[in-house]
């Protein structure tokens, strides 16, 4: 048949046509004495019950000990959770627990990437009492608490089958994969005494995320931050196929990871095929661990004496155990251990069929469970209590309890002074005249790069940020009048510097992740259009979260300890309302959609106005805890509309009339002009303007909404309006005109069920662009402020008779406009500078 | 200051501490005789022409020969367009143009990934007259043609300064960066003679997608398919800071690279602080790639003459040149060359400032246009025509004419037949017993596997199946029966596999891109929750699509020439709705508000409800030319509802009431059901159900949509329905009550601006999961039939009295039951096979 797989056993590759002189590469180590027999004994007989815990997870419901011959009714209706990953992270649990009982001093984080590997974990976090500490009346330390975490995983209210926040220790969403190196980096920046500890899987490894990620020890400072310590797990298969290392041979691992800069130390010594022929693997781990400790040590030791190696190569791991090791050897002929036959649930018809039920009895009662948990009282060996260190990783303080908050300054010190409304009031009702060119301009990203800098300078230790290359060009570069960009093989670097910039997306969410769970404050900023590269990342943070606050331990509503975290942080520039220059790849607002669909509790969307919005607005975002913000702002220099108690005042209510730019502070409106986004809102101002001048008769209201989610029906957000405040505030005159920076589909799906919304046009960006002048991305998405008028026109003709006379000459002259600006940009596109409102006629 | 960053000369990186040995990895070669003194005229004279215009590019306007002194007015206004990469592009392409003169057999396709070096490309496209062809009107050879050229890039109606759809031989759109790699590799396979050449920048290379794709020669099969040759281009630096490459000394980027399977070779010798002692970086680039094309034929020959090489080392090369080679050496003691300095534009204010002017000129003038185009004439230097090749790279048929429609079977062939919605009819006014339980059941996408199996079968070399590893988990293993994956390094594959599985969503999506871009068609399987990973990939293919529609020669409707290729095809399976079993992390529908922000004209999202409606799809789909289409289907057995040529109609139609399911077909109803999904219209028919038994009184329609964009108002989309058709089938009693799959806002978002949406009810996805029952699933998200039901019972009761009367006791009846499902799911959920609707009560 041509589809039929050969069922692989453990990978033999063929020898690559590298030379043999990359086994050079090769970290060498003594393995004799490497084990004391007690050590042995205690290792041995943690992981068997580890092994025999996660088994059981998947497999029964009753007769958890399996002291019994296991009937029907033992085993699960539904067999879920992936066996074929579990053996080796319990091998590593332990050996890491063996690590850590020698070297008290020692805090380590594990962070577990393989999918679907929770019952591995989970086992271990029993045994060591984690799982315990946390969840006391549930899964305690006796048979009941056994049977328990055994009988109720991946049913519901169970743990899932992979790791997430309900896991101790954990600060990673394990479903999707390939995050997880990232976030263990991101863990250990600016905690010197950490070791973070990650275990990728081969699988995982082909993800993109993951193959940019090897390169980030090049950020860690060993002087200021902790150290990661990666363990590449190689199994070699994924669902049904080999994975790509699994592919490789030990020459081209060796080759690969001492490229990215590694010291690699590959760890073998089991399975049929093994390479190593002393086959020792226990001995061969225990060892591998005590020389990475070592060598972490020596390069901190060297650097933190004041003699820093140039390149130092940070240790890794690569193991490789047979997929599913120790499960049973085959079925009916089928190769199991060792196969992609065993990654998922090996024995699936051990309820129905008796010889996979026969085959899994053998295997279980193998592990001799009551040899290492006494039957009756559920009291664990003595051999294994041995090796539960005293800092266990399960109960981390960094992973559950420990955020600094900011020290933060006062944002006014670097407000935008001078805007005078109070004036504008006054002529209001007359001409007009000069309303813009009177206030004060401000680009919004110099105003919070100013902030940025300064919450830099009162908080060394605990604000980092993360951006993937475009730090200047968003107009940030304030902040490094304060700090610098970390890149430590750069021969200029002075270390702990606070910004990092490396143009993967994945490895900036991935740090800002792993640097907020354990206590910190991140921000992200970015081109507006490349964010949406880590959206199901934060789909995944966000997940995390939502559990988070449900769990006993972190700080949520229900806890009984832990902190909740700050939130994570994204500011958006460089939007495509001035992508102009970089033309239509660069234009796309599609990160606010991802937003809008978290979980109303996390999810944050603000679009300030002008730029003492946005200083409020970074001051409240950086200040908040557990959620998921989104800051969408200019950096090209915009008026600054609000004084910077205006601003205050307009944030926290998140959208407000502007009385200065509506016709007797927009009392009574014909009309009602929202804008949400800088420049759509200066459009929206530029419109009402010219409305005055065109159709004195016609009463405006302008509205800016700075927090999108107001806009949402009653309840369906923390932020949305009351109805009346709505009705209030928008349903006025003969309609709404709103001009929107992101998709119209956003506010329109927002707007659903809110009274009058068929009195709406909303528009906003169209999926319009090129390279042309930054008026004509506006008009060429409706935008702008003819459109805005025109629309205004007919709403307020509605309503008002003497507008409605003149309402077609209005509308011509405008569209007349529009055309004329087409014209003109057809003939003299090429010799226009390309600011913001050329020409305006 | 501290911020201030030291202006790097050209990367000299500190030794790695990898041992010496690694240097036994770099393809060494002799390069006396390389070059030819003819041909070292002809490429030093192409490249100085190209350096030139894409300088002249950047900067001016007028004066475009520099014949007289620039003058201000001579200056663009606005400087667009990256001079960095741009003499490296230049000399890659040059040298590429005499490998080809050379090789006139060779066909070769060039992927450009470095972000804004349009001008480099676009200078040597005009060159060797591929612009000239395709713009005869715009861009002439003739000094006029050169003058547009120069004059009008980026500016409105010019070249963006990035690749893109407008660029002749370009099949990748080079705003974002990161997945021009993958591209090249999709292009490349089943082309048995391409050679497809991908420039990959050391700032695009710290991307995830581009980490990733380095391994994509492993599924090469060199008997069957093209060769990718990569040239990683290095000049040291991002914006404003070194990239990773920059940083990694030779030994490093040799381990880092052979590490992947490469056979390396490093081009470099040129700059200050060159490493090569030679210098001769010409003779180095045209022996190295002399060297690469025969290792190339060499691997193909062997492999073609049946003793294919185990693990064959394809070649690549690591060209090193300074940043803005050939650039004003430095400004005001400032270092341009070979710094982040000339990253973008070399001499910001060259119009304003007479000293930055006079460098410009000097620089410009250094080049001796003169000497390669004739001043009078336009009439290029023999010397530079000499290596013009006949086969242009920008000129190659594969990049915009070479489409192959599918030979598609007919999907009636694998369709479920034995449905019999007359039966139904007349049963339905009765006691509707039975009805589910007599249709016969299928997985959507069994169907589409079976359908799959014969589309491979009749199109051995023109369709493939792009998949993160998830092929027979989402139930499409019926295709590998026709064929198998393809993994070369694979000791049992037997090579041209049409299934590529690797665990990176960006390496699916840029091998679909660059295979469908190329003629051929392919379909992107996979997990619901993971497709957003490619969310911006998706979005600028689409950006890609939208300029390739307006060019004139890539088949669009104003095209002379070029054929539209066929459409990008997702099909989502896994859903949320049935993934209770791997929990939260895989929960989530978010890619399909990708796709509806996308230009309607491009975008498709179908929801087929059953297996013939799925088969239907599948095959229209696959049909389809220049479109994005996402089709969400169940992998689970559900009811087939529709016979063959029910299904073929609806699908036609995009939506149509379920007469079978209705009271008396659907006629003058209180109230109408709408399912868009597969499991949530299960729910709708089942709530239709359950309400004849409870409020027999209650007239329900069923209606099913399947093209999502349907509900849009009448003329946002092509397939939008009209105001009267959308009132006729939905706007009938006291309301709709709409079940949707996604989330409920998209909808909500859709049916702003259609009359009678106050009356809408929308429930979808609402970010609440867990691993628990499937009905489980539906409660949660409020799209249980009770749900429905209950809202249906509330919207009856507004126009039907009888039903008003009864409303209490039904609403209480039917929430009751969703209390006793929750009760008995906490004390039972432990025991629960996890069945789609266990148990109803």
């Known amino acids: 048949m041509p589809g039929e797989q050969i069922p692989h056993a453990n990978p033999s590759p063929v020898s690559s046509s590298l030379p043999d002189s990359v086994l050079d590469l090769a970290v060498n180590l003594p393995l004799k004495d490497a084990l004391s027999e007690s050590d042995r004994e205690s290792v041995t007989k943690f992981k068997r019950a580890a092994d025999y815990i996660a088994a059981a997870m998947i497999f029964l419901r009753h007769n958890i000990l399996t002291q019994e011959t296991l009937k029907p009714d033992d085993i699960k209706p539904r067999l879920l959770g992936h066996w074929g990953t579990c053996p080796g992270l319990t091998f590593i649990y332990t050996h890491l627990n063996l690590l850590l009982s020698k070297n008290p001093e020692v805090k380590a984080l594990l962070t577990v990437g393989p999918g679907h590997g929770a019952p591995g974990i989970l086992s271990s976090l029993w045994l060591e009492g984690s799982i315990s500490k946390f969840?006391?009346?549930?899964?305690?330390?006796?048979?009941?608490?056994?049977?328990?975490?055994?009988?109720?995983?991946?049913?519901?209210?169970?743990?899932?089958?992979?790791?997430?926040?309900?896991?101790?220790?954990?600060?990673?969403?394990?479903?999707?994969?390939?995050?997880?190196?990232?976030?263990?980096?991101?863990?250990?920046?600016?905690?010197?005494?950490?070791?973070?500890?990650?275990?990728?899987?081969?699988?995982?490894?082909?993800?993109?995320?993951?193959?940019?990620?090897?390169?980030?020890?090049?950020?860690?400072?060993?002087?200021?931050?902790?150290?990661?310590?990666?363990?590449?797990?190689?199994?070699?298969?994924?669902?049904?196929?080999?994975?790509?290392?699994?592919?490789?041979?030990?020459?081209?691992?060796?080759?690969?990871?001492?490229?990215?800069?590694?010291?690699?130390?590959?760890?073998?010594?089991?399975?049929?095929?093994?390479?190593?022929?002393?086959?020792?693997?226990?001995?061969?781990?225990?060892?591998?661990?005590?020389?990475?400790?070592?060598?972490?040590?020596?390069?901190?030791?060297?650097?933190?004496?004041?003699?820093?190696?140039?390149?130092?190569?940070?240790?890794?791991?690569?193991?490789?155990?047979?997929?599913?090791?120790?499960?049973?050897?085959?079925?009916?002929?089928?190769?199991?251990?060792?196969?992609?036959?065993?990654?998922?649930?090996?024995?699936?018809?051990?309820?129905?069929?008796?010889?996979?039920?026969?085959?899994?009895?053998?295997?279980?009662?193998?592990?001799?469970?009551?040899?290492?948990?006494?039957?009756?009282?559920?009291?664990?060996?003595?051999?294994?209590?041995?090796?539960?260190?005293?800092?266990?990783?399960?109960?981390?303080?960094?992973?559950?309890?420990?955020?600094?908050?900011?020290?933060?300054?006062?944002?006014?010190?670097?407000?935008?002074?001078?805007?005078?409304?109070?004036?504008?009031?006054?002529?209001?009702?007359?001409?007009?005249?000069?309303?813009?060119?009177?206030?004060?301009?401000?680009?919004?990203?110099?105003?919070?790069?100013?902030?940025?800098?300064?919450?830099?300078?009162?908080?060394?230790?605990?604000?980092?940020?993360?951006?993937?290359?475009?730090?200047?060009?968003?107009?940030?570069?304030?902040?490094?009048?304060?700090?610098?960009?970390?890149?430590?093989?750069?021969?200029?670097?002075?270390?702990?510097?606070?910004?990092?910039?490396?143009?993967?997306?994945?490895?900036?969410?991935?740090?800002?992740?792993?640097?907020?769970?354990?206590?910190?404050?991140?921000?992200?900023?970015?081109?507006?259009?490349?964010?949406?590269?880590?959206?199901?990342?934060?789909?995944?943070?966000?997940?995390?979260?939502?559990?988070?606050?449900?769990?006993?331990?972190?700080?949520?509503?229900?806890?009984?300890?832990?902190?909740?975290?700050?939130?994570?942080?994204?500011?958006?520039?460089?939007?495509?309302?001035?992508?102009?220059?970089?033309?239509?790849?660069?234009?796309?607002?599609?990160?606010?959609?991802?937003?809008?669909?978290l979980k109303a509790s996390d999810a944050r969307v603000y679009l300030p106005p002008d730029a003492n919005c946005a200083l409020s607005t970074i001051k409240h975002v950086l200040n908040s805890q557990g959620k998921v913000n989104l800051i969408v702002g200019s950096k090209q220099p915009t008026p600054v509309w609000l004084s910077p108690e205006e601003a205050e005042k307009h944030c926290e209510k998140g959208t407000g009339i502007w009385e200065f730019a509506s016709t007797e502070g927009g009392k009574k409106p014909d009309v009602v002009l929202v804008g949400i986004g800088t420049e759509v809102t200066f459009e929206v101002v530029a419109a009402a303007s010219l409305l005055k001048k065109l159709v004195p008769e016609l009463r405006v209201r302008v509205v800016n909404v700075t927090d999108l989610f107001v806009v949402g029906r009653e309840g369906s957000h923390p932020h949305a309006l009351s109805e009346a405040e709505f009705a209030d505030l928008f349903n006025q005159g003969g309609g709404v005109v709103c001009n929107y920076h992101g998709y119209a589909k956003e506010v329109q799906g927002l707007l659903f069920g809110r009274d009058g919304v068929e009195n709406w046009s909303v528009e906003g960006y169209r999926e319009e662009g090129s390279t042309t002048t930054p008026f004509d991305m506006l008009l060429r998405n409706h935008v702008s402020r003819y459109h805005v008028a025109i629309q205004a026109v007919t709403f307020a003709s509605k309503v008002n008779d003497e507008v409605r006379k003149k309402q077609d000459e209005v509308v011509g002259e405008l569209e007349r406009r529009i055309k004329e600006h087409q014209d003109y940009l057809q003939e003299h596109g090429e010799d226009l500078e390309g600011t913001y409102d050329t020409p305006v006629f």
């Not at 020596?298 to 240790?315: F, L, M």
């Not at 499960?327 to 024995?347: A, M, N, R, T, Y």
């Not at 604000?463 to 200029?492: C, G, M, V, W």
């Not at 520039?573 to 660069?586: D, K, L």
Request: with cysteine; hydrophobic share 30%; glycine share 10%.
């Open 135 to 597: 969840y006391p009346d549930e899964y305690p330390m006796t048979l009941e608490g056994l049977t328990n975490l055994v009988r109720g995983f991946s049913t519901p209210g169970g743990f899932p089958s992979h790791i997430n926040a309900e896991t101790p220790g954990a600060i990673h969403e394990g479903g999707e994969l390939g995050y997880a190196l990232a976030v263990a980096y991101g863990a250990a920046l600016d905690k010197p005494d950490l070791l973070s500890v990650v275990v990728v899987g081969d699988g995982e490894s082909e993800t993109g995320a993951t193959a940019a990620s090897w390169h980030c020890h090049k950020f860690i400072d060993p002087v200021t931050s902790g150290a990661v310590l990666p363990i590449l797990h190689v199994n070699g298969f994924k669902i049904s196929e080999r994975t790509l290392p699994g592919t490789m041979d030990n020459k081209e691992l060796l080759s690969l990871y001492s490229g990215y800069g590694y010291a690699v130390r590959i760890v073998e010594g089991v399975g049929s095929e093994s390479s190593d022929p002393k086959g020792d693997i226990d001995a061969n781990l225990a060892a591998s661990l005590q020389w990475a400790l070592k060598e972490i040590r020596s390069i901190q030791n060297d650097a933190r004496n004041g003699k820093p190696r140039a390149k130092p190569r940070w240790p890794m791991l690569i193991l490789k155990t047979p997929k599913g090791w120790g499960g049973p050897k085959q079925l009916d002929g089928k190769i199991l251990e060792g196969s992609f036959h065993s990654h998922q649930v090996p024995l699936p018809a051990a309820k129905k069929d008796e010889t996979q039920r026969k085959v899994l009895e053998d295997w279980l009662k193998s592990y001799k469970v009551e040899e290492l948990i006494d039957p009756k009282t559920g009291e664990l060996d003595e051999a294994i209590k041995r090796i539960i260190p005293k800092q266990r990783m399960g109960q981390l303080k960094e992973s559950y309890d420990s955020r600094t908050p900011l020290d933060l300054p006062d944002w006014k010190d670097v407000a935008i002074q001078g805007v005078n409304n109070q004036t504008n009031e006054q002529t209001k009702s007359g001409e007009q005249k000069g309303q813009e060119e009177e206030r004060p301009q401000q680009s919004e990203m110099k105003a919070v790069g100013a902030y940025l800098q300064k919450v830099i300078e009162k908080n060394p230790e605990t604000f980092r940020i993360f951006s993937p290359d475009e730090l200047e060009s968003n107009k940030l570069d304030a902040t490094l009048d304060e700090s610098h960009r970390e890149l430590q093989p750069d021969q200029y670097t002075k270390g702990n510097g606070r910004i990092i910039e490396v143009l993967s997306e994945h490895i900036c969410q991935g740090l800002m992740q792993g640097y907020t769970l354990t206590g910190r404050t991140a921000l992200f900023p970015s081109y507006e259009s490349f964010l949406g590269i880590i959206t199901t990342m934060t789909i995944q943070y966000s997940k995390f979260n939502k559990m988070a606050r449900e769990v006993p331990f972190r700080g949520g509503p229900k806890a009984t300890c832990g902190t909740i975290p700050s939130s994570i942080n994204y500011l958006e520039t460089s939007t495509w309302a001035r992508q102009e220059h970089n033309g239509f790849s660069h234009q796309n607002p599609s990160f606010i959609g991802s937003i809008l669909n």
